[in-house]
């Protein structure tokens, strides 16, 4: 759990960004590849996106140079996804500059940090020197014209419904109904922010106010700096609905609109927890027990304890409602 503490003087600087940051979602598809959760929300993108890097080339320095230092774990380096005045929000090429005009000093430390508590190949030393730097930047900008840029308007528009949504709770409840009202990964509690999160810390903005970054590619966790004394951000995952769930097939006159995204959702990959349901349909999480109460009863769901988790799948006969739902909707085409 992050345990965000606000003071007044955070909470009359607290802002949404106006546009994505370009290598904040460089950071989350990377990790988009290194995990099967969630996969179902960028089922498109991943198809999409695997063939363009395989045609371009791209796949191995993707997977030898780029997830080394973007690993989906407790920790990332800090100057890989750059805050500080100037290059914050700014678009992909004033974050590449940064990322060249990192102090030696920081990139030492963070790269240290890195091999420390994840792992490192012994060739991400060479990035102290600046030149090795520009060739990596040359390869995320690469990264970036094959599975962001393409998706750019589908990003956009993500992130301006959440922007019209903190528009509603800031009108109606001020800067803390807007906190409030973030999403199912945070809970409000007046001055603390608690947010889902990789590790137990606490940060004390002290005045200085936080970036909210809403995020296309970010699943589930949010994200933020390592380094408490950098410019305060918290990168969040946006809602993802499945695009299958429409009003128009037979499942969904069947069942109701929830019910069938919640089957279709539980039909990715090794099932969905209810967390992750509940993104889907834009629902509680009690809600989703509920609704996966009634589909299980009907034998169409079983659920299991996986950790701190509840994973829902498919029955076989869920299995062949959806089959014959998706042969339904083809042949009404």
Request: proline residues 7%; positive net charge; contains cysteine.
């Amino acid at each position: 759990m992050l345990r965000i503490h606000f003071t007044d003087a955070d909470l009359a600087t607290t802002r949404v960004a106006t546009a994505p940051d370009a290598l904040w979602e460089v950071a989350a598809s990377l990790h988009r590849f290194q995990t099967r959760a969630g996969r179902w929300a960028y089922a498109g993108w991943y198809r999409t996106t695997h063939d363009r890097l395989r045609e371009r080339h791209l796949d191995r320095i993707v997977r030898e140079v780029l997830l080394p230092l973007f690993p989906r774990a407790r920790y990332f380096p800090d100057f890989l996804t750059p805050s500080q005045p100037g290059c914050a929000g700014q678009g992909l090429d004033a974050g590449l500059d940064a990322i060249v005009s990192t102090p030696v000093d920081r990139v030492s430390h963070e790269l240290a940090l890195l091999d420390r508590r994840v792992g490192a190949p012994a060739w991400v030393r060479r990035l102290t020197d600046p030149q090795e730097r520009r060739d990596l930047v040359a390869t995320i900008r690469a990264y970036h014209d094959v599975a962001v840029r393409p998706f750019g308007d589908q990003i956009h528009a993500h992130l301006e419904a959440k922007r019209s949504s903190c528009c509603r709770d800031l009108l109606a409840g001020g800067v803390q109904g807007m906190l409030a009202g973030l999403g199912p990964t945070m809970r409000w509690q007046p001055p603390v922010l608690h947010v889902r999160y990789s590790a137990d810390r606490d940060l004390y903005l002290g005045g200085r106010g936080i970036r909210l970054v809403p995020s296309y590619f970010c699943w589930d966790t949010p994200v933020s700096l390592a380094d408490p004394r950098l410019p305060p951000v918290l990168f969040y995952p946006l809602l993802h609905e499945p695009a299958a769930a429409t009003l128009g097939t037979p499942l969904t006159a069947l069942l109701g609109r929830t019910r069938a995204t919640v089957l279709r959702v539980a039909a990715s990959g090794a099932g969905a927890t209810t967390g992750e349901i509940a993104r889907a349909a834009g629902i509680s999480p009690s809600s989703v027990s509920k609704h996966v109460g009634v589909l299980r009863g009907a034998g169409l769901l079983i659920s299991s304890r996986h950790g701190g988790n509840v994973l829902h799948t498919l029955t076989p006969a869920g299995v062949s409602m959806l089959r014959a739902d998706a042969g339904a909707s083809t042949a009404a085409l």
